[in-house]
């Protein structure tokens, strides 16, 4: 069994030069991974990210720390509002959801998202989405387990599909 992970928690602050480096580190080790595409970001990416992040107000990040190793950075969640004209309120898409190979399945994610909901709530969101790879089991029960389902509106028609066109 794992230890306990104490953890901090906080928003990132996009102007701050050391919570920038640990988003692009994090998100670099992501898209590493088979689950983020097995490529690192790019030298543009990583150049331009948080500039690009701090201009855009519709965006925001949370990171996790494992105090029990010296604040170690563990966690990352990128999140933009979106807005459900269905509901004409904001919504909130939960766009990368990060957390080390050496603290998956210790709850980091789960309490990351719980702050991701709560700062949802106060921008007055109807809603969290997110998307997942359907080979990604232990994400997926996660995102069950907490109340997360497949989109649908009428069943009869089935639930969404998330698809991508490059420009």
């Given at each position: 069994m794992l230890a306990p992970v104490s953890l901090r928690l906080c928003r990132v602050d996009y102007a701050d030069p050391?919570?920038?480096?640990?988003?692009?580190?994090?998100?670099d080790g992501y898209?590493?991974?088979?689950?983020?595409?097995?490529?690192?970001?790019?030298t543009f990416v990583k150049a331009n990210l948080p500039a690009a992040l701090r201009s855009r107000p519709f965006m925001f990040s949370v990171l996790a720390f494992d105090e029990t190793q010296d604040s170690m950075p563990v966690g990352l969640i990128?999140?933009?509002?979106?807005?459900s004209t269905f509901a004409c309120q904001p919504l909130v898409?939960?766009?990368?959801?990060?957390?080390v190979a050496?603290?998956?399945?210790?709850?980091?994610?789960?309490?990351m998202l719980a702050l991701?909901?709560?700062l949802a709530r106060e921008r007055g969101a109807c809603k969290l989405t997110l998307e997942v790879l359907s080979g990604n089991t232990a994400a997926t029960r996660l995102y069950r387990r907490i109340g997360f389902e497949n989109y649908q509106l009428e069943p009869t028609m089935g639930h969404a599909l998330f698809m991508q066109k490059w420009l």
């Open positions: 050391e919570h920038v480096r640990i988003l692009v580190d994090l998100l898209a590493r991974d088979p689950a983020g595409g097995g490529e690192p970001l790019s990128n999140c933009v509002e979106g807005f898409n939960i766009h990368d959801v990060v957390v050496t603290h998956r399945g210790q709850g980091i994610g789960e309490q991701v909901e709560q």
